[in-house]
């Protein structure tokens, strides 16, 4: 049986991959998704990063879902008149305010639901953790704080309290205005960010229906302490998962983190929700040609967790060797699942999980191939979630939902045009897997598929001829 690699490649593009061969080679390299950050640039280059996909899915012939990851309601310090250089041990105060004044020390904060719950001991991380500051007194109008670390107080820079959900809409007046350009440009995915409760998902997702587009999947990103709190249910409402590890160091301390990484990706996987990890994977690739021991270490351990993807984000926006990355990242991944075994639990009560793990389990009795018929990926999701060592071919008769299957685990989708039920669905994957050498005469495969929606059970177990 011929080797292919089960966990998936997300890759970032920015301004170090906007270029046409760049996609192509990183498609070709192993990416099976792209990611657009919504918190960069506008509708029109977003618009040219789609078509670069595009493109490039026809030429490598598979297909590559798109994600579109939305700003999410972030805080931001006002204006200053120049930027200033600060010292650990100087003293900053942070005003209630559009604007502040370098000559002073101050540091513009115009939110004032923000402002009003800063508290004494308070720490504050400016800039995603360029410049932290610790709450030493709280004024009616402004805030002494002491710097804790040396480094550049600049305009606008992001504004979090260690620790602290801050009170922010699910979606601002700039995220409704993206979603608009999601659905025209008719991506595959949706990344909410700062998810604190199941509520949050619903409101993106009534958003999307009300629009007529609620075949966009949702991706709740968790990286707030309520999120952690709230992680079940989330899960529930979520169509996907994502690990964001950085805003997470702003609520738990470091060495909490693997630990809630595991956690997220284990609830995950019972309820057979993709799961993604992001952040830092190969950070120093950013500037260097080669990981260091401890990334690699790092993208062995979440790959033996069993995430069905890994995100690079600066190493292929904006980083100088955007292909080696992927390259690298390929690597390591297929190293890691040599040893591959995921344990997984599941809610035994649902007579459809048993049946998937069912399939799952005969098909690695017998050796055996899978084969799944999906209308909307529920089928395909429930059985990719018990890792099983042998290959998942998935066909679907909707482009979007093939796309979409390509960011399961160990899951290659096909699509499969004017069928009547399932049966003649799962013929036409046969002989499409036949022609194209995936299946031999003699080897066995096991057959499933679902009759409607939300529901899987039938199976067949065949030998080709």
Request: aromatic residues 6%; charged residues 30%; glycine residues 6%.
């Amino acid at each position: 049986m011929v080797y292919r690699r089960r966990t998936k490649i997300i890759a970032t593009i920015g301004p170090a991959t906007m270029n046409r061969d760049i996609v192509i080679r990183l498609a070709r390299e192993g990416v099976d998704c792209f990611r657009i950050n919504f918190a960069h640039g506008n509708p029109e280059m977003w618009r040219e990063m789609v078509n670069l996909v595009r493109e490039a899915e026809k030429i490598v012939e598979k297909p590559i879902p798109v994600v579109g990851d939305l700003q999410g309601p972030t805080v931001r310090t006002g204006k200053l008149d120049t930027n200033y250089q600060v010292k650990k041990g100087d003293k900053v105060i942070i005003v209630l305010a559009e604007t502040g004044q370098a000559s002073k020390y101050e540091i513009p904060l115009p939110s004032k639901k923000v402002f009003d719950i800063i508290e004494e001991g308070d720490t504050i991380v400016l800039g995603a953790g360029a410049l932290w500051l610790r709450v030493e007194d709280v004024k009616e109008r402004h805030v002494e704080c002491v710097v804790l670390n040396d480094g550049i107080v600049k305009s606008e820079m992001t504004f979090s309290i260690l620790g602290k959900d801050l009170p922010l809409p699910t979606l601002t007046e700039k995220d409704m205005r993206d979603l608009e350009f999601v659905i025209e440009a008719g991506l595959d995915y949706v990344g909410l960010s700062f998810v604190r409760s199941r509520e949050d998902v619903r409101v993106l997702k009534d958003f999307l229906q009300d629009r007529g587009a609620e075949d966009i999947k949702v991706i709740a990103k968790i990286e707030t302490r309520r999120a952690v709190e709230n992680l079940d249910s989330i899960i529930h409402e979520a169509d996907a998962v994502l690990v964001a590890r950085g805003d997470l160091a702003l609520y738990f301390s470091l060495e909490k983190i693997p630990e809630i990484q595991l956690e997220i990706v284990r609830r995950s996987i019972y309820y057979a929700k993709p799961v993604i990890v992001a952040t830092q994977l190969l950070e120093s690739m950013v500037e260097k040609p080669m990981p260091t021991r401890s990334e690699v270490v790092d993208v062995m351990v979440a790959v033996r967790e069993g995430v069905d993807a890994l995100m690079l984000a600066d190493e292929t926006a904006v980083g100088k060797y955007p292909v080696e990355a992927v390259r690298w990242l390929r690597r390591i991944i297929e190293e890691a699942e040599k040893k591959l075994h995921v344990e997984v639990e599941y809610p035994r009560a649902n007579l459809h999980d048993r049946f998937a793990h069912g399939v799952a389990h005969v098909a690695e009795l017998l050796n055996a191939k899978i084969l799944i018929y999906t209308r909307g990926g529920t089928t395909a999701r429930r059985v990719s979630r018990f890792r099983p060592r042998t290959e998942i071919y998935a066909a679907t008769r909707s482009e979007k939902v093939r796309r979409q299957l390509q960011l399961l685990w160990g899951v290659k989708p096909y699509i499969v045009h004017d069928v009547e039920d399932v049966w003649e669905a799962l013929n036409k994957l046969l002989e499409i897997l036949k022609k194209e050498e995936e299946v031999s005469v003699g080897e066995i495969v096991v057959m499933t598929g679902g009759l409607r929606e939300e529901t899987t059970n039938l199976m067949k177990v065949i030998v080709v001829e």
